[in-house]
């Protein structure tokens, strides 16, 4: 790729782009989670939100685990009232997400200015940007993300949830629940693309919807499921409603 072609020439003071050059491994647990590949379940998600023509107008959007921040983009792009930026990785922020949003915004802005007479810039200064000012980035693990979040005020909630590729290794399954279910907001939609079942690491789909279901916070529905090859799938999880968690309103006994 080329972030490992160009590994020497870049900052790296996580090690990542070297490391994963000579282990020649996509996945590091622990040290480096992927971020800097756009996996395939991320372009199922993509094309899906595309195809039903999906607008985020006036919405507060996560983009988890966010890689090259593809899904949060799009959100941008339909009109979202601002979109954060999670990935384990700083580095993958640094070099990969900011970037890739940065470019999208500054062609959003150039085709604005178009319309609007006013000839675009050579180069824009980040805070000039509509569109990026829309954007926060976070690094770091889903506990010290969530920590961080949950000590700003007011602490925000999201209508829409993106998450792509996350739920591989089942030791992350807790951290990542506590994370939805804290920070999505009431009717709230979490979107979640993935593979039935990873080699190597254990996850998958069958594992994560019987997890969820233990804990009785959300629902699962299957937007798409994929039967070539590795099976691949897009759900999407809700709060439950009272009745779907069977508890009711509190009856007086004493009538």
Same mark, same amino acid.
């Given at each position: 790729?080329?972030?490992?072609?160009?590994? !020497?020439?870049?900052? $790296? $003071?996580?090690?990542?782009?070297?490391?994963?050059?000579?282990?020649?491994?996509?996945?590091? !647990?622990?040290?480096?989670?992927?971020?800097?590949?756009?996996?395939?379940?991320?372009?199922?998600?993509?094309?899906?939100?595309?195809?039903?023509?999906?607008?985020?107008?006036?919405?507060?959007?996560?983009?988890?685990?966010?890689?090259?921040?593809?899904?949060?983009i799009l959100a941008l792009k339909r009109g979202a009232r601002h979109i954060?930026?999670?990935?384990?990785?700083?580095?993958?922020?640094?070099?990969?997400?900011?970037?890739?949003?940065?470019?999208?915004?500054?062609?959003? $802005?150039?085709?604005?200015?178009?319309?609007?007479?006013?000839?675009?810039?050579?180069?824009?200064?980040?805070?000039?940007?509509?569109?990026?000012?829309?954007?926060?980035?976070?690094?770091?693990?889903?506990?010290?993300?969530?920590d961080l979040i949950l000590k700003t005020g007011p602490q925000p909630k999201?209508?829409?949830?993106?998450?792509?590729?996350?739920?591989?290794?089942?030791?992350y399954y807790p951290v990542l629940h506590e994370t939805l279910h804290k920070?999505?907001?009431?009717?709230?939609?979490?979107?979640?693309?993935?593979?039935?079942?990873?080699?190597?690491?254990?996850?998958?789909?069958?594992?994560?919807?019987?997890?969820?279901?233990?804990?009785?916070?959300?629902?699962?529905?299957?937007?798409?499921?994929?039967?070539?090859?590795?099976?691949?799938?897009?759900?999407?999880?809700?709060?439950?409603?009272?009745?779907?968690?069977?508890?009711?309103?509190?009856? $007086?006994?004493?009538?």
């Open positions: 790729t080329v972030f490992e072609k160009t590994a !020497p020439e870049r900052e $790296d $003071d996580e090690r990542i782009l070297s490391r994963t050059a000579e282990q020649r491994s996509d996945l590091i !647990p622990g040290v480096y989670e992927g971020g800097l590949k756009v996996w395939e379940c991320t372009y199922d998600l993509l094309e899906i939100i595309e195809k039903d023509g999906e607008t985020f107008g006036g919405k507060a959007v996560l983009d988890l685990g966010c890689g090259a921040g593809l899904l949060g954060h930026f999670q990935d384990y990785n700083s580095t993958v922020i640094e070099q990969l997400t900011v970037p890739t949003v940065l470019l999208n915004c500054q062609e959003d $802005d150039d085709i604005e200015r178009v319309k609007d007479g006013s000839p675009p810039p050579k180069k824009i200064a980040l805070g000039q940007s509509q569109h990026l000012s829309k954007c926060r980035f976070f690094s770091g693990d889903w506990s010290t993300f969530l999201y209508d829409i949830i993106f998450t792509s590729e996350t739920i591989y290794n089942t030791a920070l999505l907001a009431p009717g709230g939609l979490v979107y979640l693309a993935t593979k039935s079942h990873y080699f190597g690491v254990g996850g998958g789909l069958h594992l994560f919807e019987s997890f969820v279901e233990q804990t009785g916070t959300f629902s699962v529905d299957h937007l798409w499921d994929g039967d070539e090859g590795l099976q691949r799938h897009v759900v999407v999880l809700r709060f439950k409603k009272p009745e779907d968690t069977g508890v009711g309103p509190i009856r $007086d006994s004493c009538q």
